[in-house]
Nanobody
Framework: QVQMRESGGSLVQAGGSLRLSCAASGLRFDEYAMAWFRQAPGKEREEVSCITWSGGNTMYSDSVKGRFTISRDKAKNTVDLQMNSLKPEDTATYYC???????????????WGQGTQVTVSS
């Protein structure tokens, strides 16, 4: 049974930082591409960042590029999202997701966590 659990969401002031973490179990973590998505009320879900199975390639949406960093720890089966210089528009529920294809290109994410709330105050 695949389980993915996010943590680290909180209320933070604009300009601050947060680190989100996603712990995955029940899957061969080394074979999966991992991604972070977010969804704000009334808005479509947005893919924020993705990291390939090897960790050798990453992608970021234009809205977070240069501020967010994705990383994975194969020993712990975790994928983290370091978020710096946070803005009020980063406010959303953040979800981690896994794709068994291993690549961020054309990924179809079949496994999702329950989400963690990030609120950035101005």
């Amino acid at each position: 049974q695949v389980q993915m659990r996010e943590s680290g969401g909180s209320l933070v002031q604009a300009g601050g930082s947060l680190r989100l973490s996603c712990a995955a179990s029940g899957l061969r973590f080394d074979e999966y591409a991992m991604a972070w998505f977010r969804q704000a009320p009334g808005k479509e879900r947005e893919e924020v960042s993705c990291i390939t199975w090897s960790g050798g390639n990453t992608m970021y949406s234009d809205s977070v590029k240069g501020r967010f960093t994705i990383s994975r720890d194969k020993a712990k089966n975790t994928v983290d999202l370091q978020m710096n210089s946070l803005k009020p528009e980063d406010t959303a529920t953040y979800y981690c997701a896994a794709d068994d294809g291993g690549s961020c290109t054309g990924a179809i994410f079949g496994y999702w966590g329950q989400g963690t709330q990030v609120t950035v105050s101005s």
